[in-house]
């Protein structure tokens, strides 16, 4: 062989190797990719066979809760109010006989529409509270409240009534107070005084300008969500909250039978269906005139009691509203604020929380939503009352 020759073939056998060299490189590319994909595609196949199985287990608590209450003869039915077209007063409850629809009493339905309208806020966001629970310590009762500085001489006196009645019942107890701008001075105040822990949320986590506004309350449904793994019985109240100094204990009792108690004003009379806004309704596939005889519960004082019914179908399904856009607080609700009293209009005005947990209940438990109720001598509601307790603790010591 020339050596010519010789240089030939062997250029070509290294070009020949470089090349499969190369297509091998290539094809290790392509079939990583193709892994990746259908890894990709497999987990989310995964997640989706996930969703309807976690959702048939939220199920599974409901159909239990409802029968649990059953069972104890814990059911009470809501009463059918007048007529609209035979009452006289233009905004409380009444009974529409003209409405087309009713909510369904199927169980299967009624939490099968629940889970599937949250069902996009349950899996894309998620509390942005949720970290506050690794550093709580565990309670028997947990108290949670909130001001900004215009509530907190009124706060005072829901200290005073939870030092003086609620503290000497319970040695496993624990007070949150949520700061949303009190001055320099009344923190240090509530610091030295409150036997609480101060606490703050994250406002600027929350999706959108309107859910961010202190006015929509969102931060108290992902407050009460983010403690309520900590504790085995919650009591969200508002500032103007007092506890009586007799007959609380029955509270608790009345708590551990039912897991969640909640009310009604003693001092309006608001249908729900005037008081929530078209969007909401709209979000949760629900008539105005289907709920017409049914009044709007208060959420100042909200009491559940740590157990997977409320935890996970109860206030997951609130929280899924709060965090949602479209559904507590959407674009525009905050000039709906305002409810007329001397009007008779559905859906002309908005109460943000307080709306999202009755169409909640109701379409959990319709006319039995009135199981939650309980006897308000436990407590009593004192607007505007600005006892100086912190300034007396001062004098005392
Ligand atoms: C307080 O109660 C919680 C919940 O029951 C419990 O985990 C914790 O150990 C209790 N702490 C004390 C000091 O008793
Ligand atoms: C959101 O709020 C900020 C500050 O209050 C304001 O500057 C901004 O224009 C608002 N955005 C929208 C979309 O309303
Ligand atoms: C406290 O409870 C007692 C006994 O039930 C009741 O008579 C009283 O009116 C209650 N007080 C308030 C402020 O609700």
Request: net charge positive.
């Amino acid at each position: 062989m020339r050596p010519k020759q010789l240089f030939w073939i062997v250029k070509i056998l290294a070009i020949s190797f470089l090349m499969f060299m190369a297509l091998v490189f290539v094809y290790t590319k392509l079939y990583k990719v193709r892994m990746d994909v259908q890894e990709r595609s497999m987990r989310s196949r995964q997640e989706d066979t996930d969703l309807p199985r976690q959702e048939e287990l939220l199920s599974k608590l409901y159909y239990e809760k409802f029968a649990d209450l059953a069972e104890n003869h814990l059911l009470s039915k809501y009463p059918v109010h007048t007529a609209c077209k035979d009452e006289k007063r233009p905004a409380v409850p009444c009974y529409d006989t003209e409405c087309g629809t009713s909510l369904t009493h199927d169980l299967k339905l009624s939490i099968g529409s629940l889970l599937s309208v949250t069902r996009k806020s349950r899996t894309a966001f998620s509390n942005p509270h949720k970290d506050i629970t690794a550093q709580l310590e565990s309670s028997h009762l947990a108290i949670i409240t909130g001001a900004s500085a215009n509530h907190f001489a009124e706060s005072q006196g829901l200290i005073q009534s939870l030092h003086k009645n609620v503290f000497p019942k319970f040695n496993n107890i624990s007070l949150y107070y949520y700061d949303f701008g009190l001055d320099k001075g009344q923190l240090e105040q509530l610091m030295r005084h409150c036997r609480c822990k101060v606490l703050k949320f994250p406002v600027h986590l929350l999706p959108t300008n309107a859910t961010r506004n202190i006015k929509c309350f969102a931060w108290k449904v992902l407050i009460i969500e983010a403690h309520l793994t900590k504790t085995d019985m919650l009591i969200y109240a508002d500032t103007s909250v007092r506890f009586n100094s007799t007959k609380n204990e029955d509270l608790f009792t009345d708590l551990a039978n039912k897991g969640l108690l909640l009310s009604l004003s003693d001092r309006y009379v608001r249908p729900v269906a005037h008081n929530t806004a078209p969007s909401m309704f709209k979000y949760f596939n629900i008539q105005p005139c289907s709920v017409a005889n049914f009044q709007e519960l208060e959420a100042g004082f909200v009491a559940l009691l740590n157990q997977p019914f409320t935890r996970q179908v109860l206030v997951q399904t609130w929280a899924a509203c709060a965090m949602d856009p479209n559904c507590m607080c959407p674009e525009g609700s905050h000039d709906l604020q305002h409810c007329d009293g001397g009007l008779r209009k559905y859906a002309k005005c908005h109460r943000f929380d307080q709306s999202a947990l009755t169409l909640i209940t109701l379409q959990l438990f319709q006319d039995y939503y009135s199981s939650f109720f309980f006897d308000h001598s436990y407590y009593s509601v004192l607007r505007g009352d600005r006892p100086k307790y912190f300034e007396a603790l001062n004098k005392a010591v």
